[in-house]
T-cell receptor, first 113, second 109 residues
């Protein structure tokens, strides 16, 4: 099992550009999450999904959109990147029964110039 | 506002000694607490958790203590090993999970 994988691992964008981060999990988890990690801030929840076709806002959703067209994939989109979105992004997934015990991917380091 | 706080950004201990990592929270509605461990260039991995109906949970060398009246959580690692050197995140949940900023633990041989 690969667990949770994220693509790409690194990316540099210019202000105003768009991009999509891909998260995939092979554990048949119902729940999936996108977090961002900034220095001194811990991980903050951007959006999450409790099942295929459903998404919901987390703590810091502005400037991001998500889609969960397939159970195993969760996409995070930035329509018009801003320097404030420079961060490390982590995807996670969990079973319904142990919702809070999340399995994390290795992260994507995004720099917006 | 940060509802989960880890006030010590770093901690250094000698191999074989006890490591104590602390965490405070402000939201009395949190009903489940977790610790995650993170190595460089990897995602966090779940370490141990505790429900709000308990005050202690133990798993091998790792013990988590919960003091609800003080809104305080701690992780004890005994004995500490060099491989425990990592960043430790405290997290609390009532639905959404909120994370602390992390404490970098260094265990010296």
């Amino acid at each position: 099992n690969a667990g949770v994988t994220q693509t790409p691992k690194f990316r540099v964008l210019k202000t105003g550009q768009s991009m999509t981060l891909l998260c995939a999990q092979d554990m048949n988890h119902e729940y999936m999450y996108w977090y961002r990690q900034d220095p001194g801030m811990g991980l903050r929840l951007i959006h999450y999904s409790v099942g295929e076709g459903t998404t919901a806002k987390g703590e810091v959703p502005d400037g991001y959109n998500v889609s969960r067209l397939k159970k195993q994939n969760f996409l995070l989109g930035l329509e018009s990147a801003a320097p404030s979105q420079t961060s490390v992004y982590f995807c996670a997934s969990s079973y319904v029964g142990s919702r809070n015990e999340q399995f994390f991917g290795p992260g994507t380091r995004l720099t917006v110039l | 506002d940060q509802q989960v706080k880890q006030n010590s950004p770093s901690l250094s201990v000698q191999e074989g000694r006890i490591s104590i990592l602390n965490c405070d929270y402000t939201n009395s509605m949190f009903d489940y607490f977790l610790w995650y461990k993170k190595y460089p260039a990897e995602g966090p991995t779940f370490l141990i958790s505790i429900s709000s109906i308990k005050d202690k949970n133990e798993d091998g060398r790792f013990t988590v203590f919960l003091n609800k009246s003080a809104k305080h959580l701690s992780l004890h690692i005994v004995p500490s090993q060099p491989g425990d050197s990592a960043v430790y995140f405290c997290a609390a949940s009532v639905g959404d999970m909120r994370f602390g900023a992390g404490t970098r633990l260094t265990v010296k041989p």
